[in-house]
């Protein structure tokens, strides 16, 4: 008999239905009969259990990670076909959660097993579809999950958890199914530097004094570097943490521009030793046991589009899927499932969504809403302002971007830290190349000098930048005292970029539509730190205003609107604490005292020397 599918549309998503199983998990005090230590760690995370303080974690951290170990211990690692199984036991509910509609299902002749088998080997029916993102999930023979929370919600400090709670159940559990080894790609320089913050996580406050010992005896943590011939670390050993960028380690193939006779052979041998290192090094990661691999920036390498496109046949004019190799991270992950015994995949990514399809492994999802609510991101109500001026209108754009910073921001600090100033407020000016910054820079000098602003405050960055630029750039995350406070930026200060002291972006001129360029550069001012209570704003021209709402549709399922509008939810009551006027206490005591007498007096009982006194003490 077929089953009826008439509920088929979403009822609810994997990280929804995860979200209330954690939720009980959590009430039960985190039960667990294999593995108890579990308990003993996540407990920790609370600092005041009567009132819910937690110890280091946000809350957003804690419950991404409360998840992860539910995934781990509750359900046993399950792949992503095996998970929506057992939170989705009715099959009309699971076919809603993934998307599947009631025509598919018929079409399958209610054979679940037979659209399964059609989702991911017929390209056609794929892409008529829109099934991409469930092909990608049911693709996968290992546990791959997705941790999606917005940019500042802090994904390197929730890895370095994840790594540190899991390496300290290997050593409390030596035979458990724990991670003893951990691989985490970084897709660039940019986002490699940004994961230097792996080496300042406080782990002491992560885990219990007991448990915290013989980690930090243990851990070893090792970034790869530019020239080295291999990763430094002893093959087949147990508890490091290699953190890479993806073209040091990926299985590649050398590559050449132009025709083959043009390449020359010392071309050639450089691209083959290139290759031969990057493989040699893999090689390393691949002999290390019981593997974690953790993806920062996640959608650099998920998603249809990194598996291949669609193209038209020069000989039949059909549009026909040109897979190229599979993506490239994917496949080396792949590689290291196979060559040595890969426990888990954690991608770490602010978004969970590829072209507005939702992506089907994400287990924790925490939008842009959700962390200026919480007070994590800096509002932005009220403070999107949209500039009614085309491409022609450069100097006038500027000069009101501005005229605006300066008036709104100029006298705007973080506030302090310790000893240290708050970092001035900061604007980033985003522009489509070098031609169009340089066009544009003598408007903005002009711009600050009618405020009597010198041009000392403006740094002008590229990816062609000098090293010297570059160090004064990347101080201005960490350093208050840098001087400069107008950043004109051409394809730098986008992701894995941490300013907190940025609170403008203007997007000058109209900025490609490509990898979420425009949502990337708009969202940088969004980074908040504790005691700020300053909005951040964004400066848009009509163009891309348009690209924007785009990118925030298919990025986060949200609009400029819903931003717009946000607030964060805060109540402010003033506590005055006055000293009561109290009479004074008085306290009557008795006191013995004794005092030698000049004679004893006739017919006394007693000695004189040891008469009584009584003595009132006032208080």
Known sequence: MPISCDSCAPMSYLYQALASRVDAWRASHYACDAYPT?????????EDAATGQLRYLRRAQLRALETYWYLRLVLGTP??????????????????????????????????????ARVRSDDAFVRQHQLESLRESLTL???????????????????????????????????????????????????????RELADVPYERLLPARLHKPFAASFKLTFTRDGDKQIPITWGSAFNVIVTNTEKIRIQKPSQRGPANQISLITHHKLEEATELAN??????????????????????YGQKLLGKWEKDKDSGELVFKDDGIKKVRRTIDYLAQETNLIVVINATGTPYFERQPLRDVVVWYGLGEGINDGVLKPLA??????????TQGDALVAAIIDDFVRDYWAVSLPPQGSQPGAPAR?????????????????????????GIGPHVVLAVDGGSSDAVRRQFEA?????????????????????????????????????????????????????VPGNTHPARVYLTSANKKTLEAQLAETYGTSLKDLNQQQVERVEKEIVLRQPQLPPLLIKKRVLRYRRAAARRANSPWPSACRRWSHHVPC
């Open 141 to 195: 023979d290992y546990a791959s999950y997705i941790l999606a929370l917005a940019m500042g919600a802090g994904k390197t400090i929730l890895m370095g958890s994840i790594v540190a709670t899991e390496f300290a159940m290997a050593l409390e559990h030596p035979d458990g199914p724990f991670v003893q080894n951990a691989l985490i790609f970084a897709p660039g320089k940019t986002i490699l530097s940004a994961l």
């Open 382 to 391: 009220r403070n999107i302002k949209v500039l009614e001026l085309d491409d």
């Open 38 to 46: 579990i308990r003993e760690i996540l407990a920790f995370a609370t």
């Open 427 to 451: 604007l980033a000016l985003y522009f489509p190349n070098i031609e169009a910054r340089d066009e544009l820079r003598g408007a903005v000098e002009s711009a600050l000098a009618l405020h």
């Open 476 to 528: 201005l995350a960490h350093q208050p005292q840098a001087p400069h406070r107008v950043l004109l930026l051409v394809n730098m200060g986008t992701e894995g970029w941490n300013c907190p002291s940025l609170f403008a972006c203007g997007l000058v001129r109209k900025l490609k539509n490509s990898n979420n360029f425009v949502l990337q550069a708009a969202t940088r001012c969004l980074r908040q």
């Open 280 to 301: 040699l090094r893999l090689q390393a990661i691949a002999s290390l046991p019981h593997l974690a691999v953790f993806s920062d920036e996640a959608h650099h390498t």
């Open 79 to 116: 792949t992503t076909p095996e998970l929506y199984e057992a939170l989705f036991p009715k099959l009309p509910e699971r076919l809603g959660a993934m998307g599947v509609n009631a025509k598919l299902f018929e079409e399958a002749g209610y054979d679940y097993a037979a659209l399964i």
